[in-house]
């Protein structure tokens, strides 16, 4: 049994948490929101008073933050200083490259292990202990991970070395930010062609536009039931998230000067849908957007 610190708790972090104690592990939960400390405390996890609380004696520490800059504040006021000595921390927020090389740089130095582990998979991945880590450290830091990433995932790639697997995370969702988009537009399309939803999907499901945005995350009602869209669009994975994602593409995209013209339309494209109404709705709501014409 291992004793692990989780530090946020929202909607990813308490059921990746939940997968860990149902394995066996002693979890120790930490977050500054009531409610979710309450939906913690709910499932049977301790909620320490503070994340230095959290971490003192952990032999991990998972954290799960909404931004590098809270992850990198988090790590130097308090978390670094708590930890024992040689503590693995597996950072698993989505945050910029040069953030998650900062954080390693702050745990290597203060003699802690670190290896950045962002997920993709969304709420219903982490319920079912099904998503991706794209995870960048050391093989060692890596190898003492990867049990635990197991029972949370299914699909755990090492990426390379730090940084790296935050690399990952932000090519692969600017792939699934336009392959939305497109797979919205030409369900539009079809529909003012005339075009029953199901018979289109029933094509390209089958054909060379089949992708994960048409057979998981099909942006109509009815072809794939589980889908967001049938649910009035609620996350899932919302449009705000997205936006933040295409932010950190678009900042590596400046960064190494690549021209990756539909990354940033993409971006473009996902901050206006997050500055309205999508910013609570799934990403895959986008349509709704490109019906209004709004896009």
Known sequence: MTRIAFLGLGHMGLPMARNLVAAGHDVHGFDLVPAAVDAATAAGIPVAGSGADAVTGADVVITMFPAGRHV?????????????????????????????????????????????????????????????????????????????????GKRIVHCGGPGLGQAAKVCNNMILAVSQIAVAE?????????????????????????????????????????????????????????????????????????????????????????????AGRDFSGIITDIRAGEV
């Not at 503590?87 to 702050?106: G, K, N, P």
């Not at 899932?236 to 678009?250: N, S």
């Not at 990354?263 to 500055?275: C, D, K, N, P, V």
């Open 186 to 278: 030409a369900f539009v399309l079809g529909e003012r062609l005339g075009l029953e939803h199901q018979a289109l999907f029933d094509v390209v499901s089958q054909a060379s536009g089949q992708c994960w945005s048409v057979t998981t995350n099909c942006p109509v009602p009815g072809p794939v039931p589980t889908s967001p869209a049938n649910r009035d669009y609620q996350p899932g994975f919302a449009g705000a998230l997205m936006a933040k994602d295409l932010g950190l593409a678009l900042q590596a995209i400046e960064q190494t000067s690549t021209d990756a013209r539909m990354g940033r339309l993409a971006q473009e494209i996902y901050s206006a849908f997050a500055a309205g109404e999508g």
């Open 72 to 152: 990198i504040a988090a790590y130097q006021e308090e978390l670094l200083s708590a930890a024992q000595p040689r503590t693995l921390f597996i950072e698993s927020s989505t945050i910029a490259v040069d953030e998650a090389q900062t954080a390693h740089a702050l745990a290597i130095e203060a003699g802690h292990r670190h290896i950045d582990a962002p997920v993709s998979g969304g709420v219903v991945g982490a319920e079912n202990g099904t998503l991706a880590f794209m995870v960048g450290g050391s093989e060692e830091d890596f190898a003492a991970a990867l049990p635990l990433l197991e029972i949370m």
